[in-house]
């Protein structure tokens, strides 16, 4: 369930962005692009709501060229002890493709690799962060 989980969030996650700066292009920050076009920014809130379930809500910052992709578990989903291991053993697991993702959001954009960073947070429902990651393209 816990890799199930985070490889359908991460591929929902890069089809939204993708889908929302392939326009982009120029030097505009993910921010910048976000503001100036309320279709996009509404399109990223739904994504981010579709990709939330019975076990866990969903959210997507865009602050500058920075990402950060938010999992929180809802009160009604018991989570094991080992749960922050497993979490982070998971992000490790994916580091290849999160820099990918950030290196997709630079081509976006038309930015050098490794502006834009983008991040993985889990979380328990009292907000307290399980694991998370930061990425950049290499």
């Known amino acids: ?13 890069v089809m939204a962005l993708a889908m929302m700066v392939t326009a982009c292009g120029g030097s505009k920050t ?5 503001k100036s076009d309320p279709a996009a920014q509404k399109e990223l809130e739904d994504q981010a709501a579709a990709q939330g379930n019975d076990q866990m809500d969903i959210t997507i910052e865009v602050t500058g060229n920075d990402v950060v992709c938010t999992a929180t578990f809802k009160d009604s989903v018991e989570l094991p002890e080992d749960m ?5 053993a998971g992000i490790n697991e994916l580091d290849s493709s999160f820099s990918s993702i950030a290196g997709m ?10 502006t834009v960073s983008y991040g993985v947070k889990y979380c328990d429902a009292d907000g307290n962060v399980l694991a998370e990651g930061t990425f950049r393209a290499e």
């Open 1 to 13: 369930m816990k890799r199930r989980s985070m490889k359908a969030f991460v591929c929902a996650t």
């Open 30 to 34: 993910l921010e910048e692009y976000m």
């Open 105 to 114: 959001l630079d081509d976006a954009i038309g930015a050098e690799k490794g």
């Open 84 to 88: 922050a291991e497993t979490l982070s």
